[in-house]
C-alpha cells in the first residue's frame, strides 16, 4: 500500500483546506485510515480516523471544524478543514492500517497565518 498525501499550503486564520490522502497497490475490504499531524517540537498526534465501513472519530480539538471522508471507488481519503486556527499549523500524516500492518504517507504541510 503506497499513500500520497497532497493539499496543504498557507491560509488565513478562519479558511479552508482539504487534504486528500490517495491510496494504490494492494486493495482491502477491512481498513482504518487516519490523519495525524506534528507540529515543530510536539509529539504526532491523532486527528481524525476513518474505518472502510464509515465510523468516523476525531480528536477532541478539531471536532465540529474537520471532517473526514473516503471515496472507496478513488480510494481515496479525505479532511475537509474549515476555521483553521494558528494552532493547525503542522505537518499532515496519513496512515492506513490493514490486516495488522501500518502505512504512512508523507507529510503536507498546513500554515496557518495571517
Known amino acids: 500500500v503506497q499513500l500520497q498525501a497532497s493539499g496543504g499550503g498557507l491560509v488565513q486564520p478562519g479558511g479552508s483546506l482539504r487534504l486528500s490522502c490517495a491510496a494504490s497497490?494492494?486493495?482491502?475490504?477491512?481498513?482504518?485510515t487516519s490523519w495525524y499531524r506534528q507540529a515543530p517540537g510536539k509529539q504526532r498526534e491523532l486527528v481524525a480516523t476513518i474505518t472502510s465501513i464509515g465510523y468516523r472519530n476525531y480528536a477532541d480539538s478539531v471536532k465540529g471544524r474537520f471532517t473526514i471522508s473516503r471515496d472507496n471507488a478513488k480510494n481515496t481519503v479525505y479532511l475537509q478543514m474549515n476555521s483553521l486556527k494558528p494552532e493547525d499549523t503542522a505537518i499532515y500524516y496519513c496512515?492506513?492500517?490493514?490486516?495488522?500492518?501500518?502505512?504512512w504517507g508523507q507529510g503536507t504541510q498546513v500554515t496557518v497565518s495571517s
Open positions: 497497490g494492494s486493495r482491502f475490504s477491512i481498513d482504518v
Open positions: 496512515n492506513r492500517v490493514v490486516g495488522g500492518s501500518y502505512f
